[in-house]
């Protein structure tokens, strides 16, 4: 399997630290933060329902790559606003990002495997195809790709 999401994040960040890059330092910092974010349900004693914080331990990468998307997302947006293309800060977070599927991967799964008269609409695909893919694919685009196939 390798090394989990949350060992290297915590291997980055020292050795950020150590060569004085101050731009990863501090966007691994952020990442970190978010980690109270992290919650799992409780039952109380006496029958309450709360949450506590996840131990390092229970934190997964998914949760991890939930955190990174989200604050990816948020980047994104403040960049549009200002006019920029990208950031270190940016950068950086997509890092830890998989690589996502590309639109000729994504068409050519859907012509391997997908049969459109199994489905009364092709919209009706997209399970399958979102399911085959996670997160690795955006959904989006993936709609788009689906109303042109069901347009001609």
Known sequence: MGISLHDKI???LKKAMLQRKNDIRDTIRVVMGEYPKLTVPITLESGKKTFRVKKPEEISDDDLLGIISGLVK???????????????????????LPIMANRDEIMAWINENIDFSDYKS????????????????D??????????????
């Open 10 to 12: 915590k291997i980055d």
């Open 74 to 96: 948020s980047e994104k947006t403040i960049l549009e606003l200002q006019k920029k293309e990208s950031s270190p800060y940016l950068q950086v977070l997509e890092s830890y």
């Open 122 to 137: 092709p919209m009706q695909a997209m399970a399958p195809i979102m399911k085959h893919f996670g997160k690795l694919a």
């Open 139 to 152: 959904g989006n685009m993936v709609q788009g790709l689906l109303q042109e196939l069901s347009q001609g």
